[in-house]
């Protein structure tokens, strides 16, 4: 332990105005006069922005000309500029963890009504800085060799972006999907706004190269179930499901799908969300990746009684790739980094049962309509609704479950230009007529308010108002066997009655439905509406308050194909600027344990989540391992004899502190 | 008139409470001044000894702010923060200290708001309490 220059303490201490931020509302002068007449502040400055270059350089000359060994800087979060004054006073020659930043700016200035109270507030928190900073001691970053293999969660577009960049960087990808195969909801749509591009053509491509890459390692039916380590050495567990077909033999023939005893499909197929039919051995769709089989044992007869003829293992033969008794794997992985790309989900519309889904069956989801209109899907792409006829009217309801005080306030910020796609698709495919209801439309992207007025010029009709009912109550002749959509024309400033065939909800996006236990799992924060927690909303937006795990697509928040690409590209480019350094740095602020003062109580080593603390039976006390603690400080604040510490919140450090805010 | 000011002091974990204060003051949310922030890393660092230190150094107020359960970054720190409060709870009325004035609340990073709300209602709990005045009841309660 060295000495904490209690007595000879230098200190400078530098308040920044921000512009006016700070400046606006509190009197920086006055707190740079309160600091200047503390014991040991021997400069005390302000400047506009010490943040910037000559406020940096200002510290710099300051430490060297007054021979500085402490410096306190109270500007903004030390959450978005500690790092920044750490370098200026290491660029001095000093420790940096010498320095010490007061919150003046979040916690004062920006919160406060009152300027005298707000100034009042600045000078304690800045006065408290330096009763602390003069018990900082000089520390060093503890360094840390990185795993350079990268764990992708989610196989969506997201998930096949990022792999597809680490791996052509030649880092080694894991990348995990729960799903029979990889492509998320992106495999499921039809064609993609504004341009038109059919999904398939543009995704299919990426998923055939995730399958051809040797740096991709894919686990698909598998699911992330423990976690531990931290940045550069994660080791996490993974549940890999059975297939039921061993993926080193299946060669993807298909064969065994033909043989099985059902000819028909009979099960809802989930990937066309229920609009067609499945066996119970079946491929997701004719583009999965891996191009495999899977036997679905609820439904499989060879499961439920045990005397199918197995037609399928017969035509299978030699290569013998079917197997009843896979069992769940488990698969420990080791890697530095992880990306999060876990998507999704849409919006239930049973939630609202004002617009009758599951009630009229020719009320349909986006995304059912996505299946319809597709080539590939359910219905070969003829928009044949479920009671067998083609539509010649269509409602397009867009917000449902976003933009809702009763829902989700927020807006999914692809639904206004997906159906204006679904608009113009249905329109090119049915010729039928289409109304869009919408509260607002938002077209915020390259070419999308351009693809707007070509769907008016095709002759769409557009409503401003919100639909308040679908039903199916006729009261003229003309509204026989149609449903009736009830809304108000807030343009025209009338209540409307228009009957259609067939209606459209747009359902907007949602946090997936186990997103909680799932960023618990990665120890991530999360919005009010569950979506995952950026580190900052513009400087970090793909890092996450866990060093070493980022996020990509929609998990963030409601994204469109091109954000969400942009953004998995961004966290593939996080990763490798972490592996390709070599190693981590982790901040020095782990506990120890004084062996003169520890009286082997073992009180600390219960306290301690990593188990970083054992007891010494020989010497009898308790040792630290300093690689294992993660610096909470839970086993400090337990120690009944103040053996344990942690560095850079030691008690002295906190006490003068709270001390100092009080005085 | 004159107005009692309470002098807080509020121990906000790095990762939740801390990160609402930012986010309420980036949302330019106005409230109470009273509450000086003193940053832990997990509020299981929070000693009951600092506590005990701040309301003898004169405050009238400590409030821990810490995540949510089962959101801590340090798995489960918050727990500890909870189990040490409830138990000094019951040491502060032997110190002739209302257990009103030391409050425990989960504030996640996201609750901005809510960071506002507990601040300005604590500060108002306290200033209906009145100033600390831990010498003289005690001396009541030994008297007693």
């Given amino acids: 332990m060295k000495g904490n220059g209690n007595h000879n303490a230098r200190i ?10 700070i400046a606006g509302k509190v009197d920086v002068n006055a707190v740079v006069e309160a600091a200047a007449g503390l014991p040991g502040v021997v400069i005390s400055r302000e400047y506009k922005y010490m943040c ?3 406020g940096q350089e200002l510290i710099v000359k300051d430490v060297k000309e007054h021979d500085l060994n402490r410096v306190v800087v109270a500007s903004c979060s030390p959450h978005l500029h500690e790092l920044t004054f750490r370098k200026t006073t290491a660029n001095a020659g000093q420790n940096p963890y010498l320095m010490h930043m007061v919150n003046i700016r979040e916690h004062v200035s920006w919160v406060t009504d009152d300027g005298a109270a707000a100034t009042a507030k600045a000078q304690r928190l800045v006065r408290a800085a330096v009763e602390r900073v003069r018990w900082h001691q000089e520390l060093e970053p503890r360094q840390f060799p990185i795993n350079p293999n990268v764990l992708i969660v989610g196989g969506g577009i997201a998930g096949i972006h990022a792999a597809l960049t680490l791996a052509n960087a030649g880092k ?6 729960r799903e029979p195969t990889i492509g ?16 398939a053509c543009i995704l299919t491509p990426k998923m055939t190269a995730v399958k051809q890459n040797p740096n991709i390692h894919l686990l698909t039916l598998s699911e992330v179930s423990e976690v531990s380590g931290f940045v550069g050495n994660f080791k996490v567990k993974v549940k890999k499901y059975p297939r039921y077909i061993d993926e080193a033999k299946c060669v993807g023939c298909g064969e065994c799908i033909e043989e099985c005893v059902y000819k028909e499909g009979k099960y809802p197929n989930e990937f066309d969300l229920g609009l067609g039919k499945r066996k119970p051995i ?9 191009s495999i089989p899977l036997i679905d044992s609820a439904t499989c007869i060879e499961f439920k009684t045990h005397k199918c003829p197995k037609g399928c293992v017969e035509v299978c033969g030699d290569r013998n790739a079917i197997d009843f008794t896979q069992q769940v794997q488990e698969i420990e992985l080791e890697v530095g980094t992880v990306i999060m790309s876990t998507g999704f989900k849409t919006f239930d519309p049973c939630r609202l049962p004002q617009y009758g889904y599951g009630k009229f069956p020719n009320v349909y989801t986006s995304l059912e309509v996505e299946r319809l209109v597709n080539a590939a899907g359910p219905t070969l792409g003829q928009v044949v609704m479920r009671d067998g006829r083609k539509p010649e009217s269509i409602g397009i309801l867009h917000c449902i479950g976003s933009r809702d005080e009763n829902t989700n306030k927020y807006c999914s910020r692809v639904c206004c230009m997906y159906s204006l796609k679904l608009a113009h698709l249905l329109k090119e495919k049915t010729g039928a007529h289409i109304y869009n209801f919408y509260i607002d439309m938002r077209t915020p992207g390259k070419g999308f308010e351009e693809f707007y007025k070509r769907v008016l010029d095709e002759g769409v009709s557009f409503i401003r108002g919100k639909v308040a009912e679908v039903s199916g109550w006729a009261q003229s002749p003309a509204e026989e066997g149609k449903l009736i959509l009830r809304a108000e024309d807030t343009l025209l400033g009338v209540i409307r009655r228009i009957p259609v ?3 459209v909800l747009s359902v907007g996006m949602e946090p997936q439905a186990d997103a909680n236990e799932v960023r618990r799992l990665f120890n991530l924060g999360c919005s009010a509406e569950g979506w995952f927690l950026e580190r900052h909303p513009k400087l970090a937006p793909v890092d996450t308050f866990t060093d070493g795990i980022f996020l990509a697509g929609c998990n963030q928040g409601p994204k469109d194909i091109p954000d969400t690409v942009a953004q998995a590209g961004a966290a593939a480019a996080q ?5 390709d350094k070599g190693f981590v740095e982790m901040e020095p602020n782990t506990a120890w344990i004084d062996e003169e003062l520890c009286s082997g109580c073992h009180v600390c080593i219960a306290m301690c989540p990593y188990t970083a603390i054992h007891f010494d039976a020989e010497k009898k006390i308790a040792v630290l391992n300093e690689a294992l603690c993660k610096g909470c400080g839970t086993c400090v604040a337990a120690c009944p004899s103040g053996a344990a510490q942690q560095n850079l919140f030691r008690d002295e450090q906190l006490f003068a502190e709270v001390e100092g805010v009080l005085v | 008139m004159n107005k009692f000011d309470p002098s807080i002091v509020g121990f906000f974990c790095n990762w939740c409470t801390y990160l609402a204060a930012d986010l309420a003051g980036t949302s330019r949310m106005k409230y109470a001044p009273n509450v000086r922030v003193v940053r832990t890393m997990c509020s299981g660092r929070v000693d009951p000894q600092m506590i005990l230190w701040a309301f003898r150094n004169g405050a009238d107020g400590v409030l821990i702010g ?25 040491m502060l009325r032997q110190f002739g200290i209302e257990p009103e004035r030391l409050r425990l609340e989960w504030v996640s990073a996201s609750e901005g708001e809510r960071l506002r709300d507990v601040v300005n209602e604590f500060t108002e709990q306290i200033r209906r309490l009145g100033p600390l005045r831990a010498a003289e009841t005690t001396k009541e309660a030994v008297a007693a």
């Fill in chain 1, 172 to 177: 080694q990808v894991y990348l995990v999907e």
């Fill in chain 1, 501 to 503: 065939d067939m209606v």
């Fill in chain 1, 52 to 54: 910037s270059d000559p």
């Fill in chain 1, 575 to 579: 990763s490798m600027a972490l592996i």
């Fill in chain 2, 66 to 90: 810490g995540c949510h359960p089962g959101d801590c970054h340090y798995q489960e720190g918050n727990y500890k923060a909870l189990r040490r409060t409830k138990l000094l709870h019951k």
């Fill in chain 1, 184 to 199: 998320g909801h992106m495999a499921q749509f039809d064609k993609t706004f504004p341009t038109l591009d059919c999904a």
């Fill in chain 1, 282 to 290: 079946y491929m997701p769709f004719p583009q999965a990746v891996p």
């Fill in chain 1, 12 to 21: 400078g201490v530098y308040v920044c105005h921000c512009g006016t931020n």
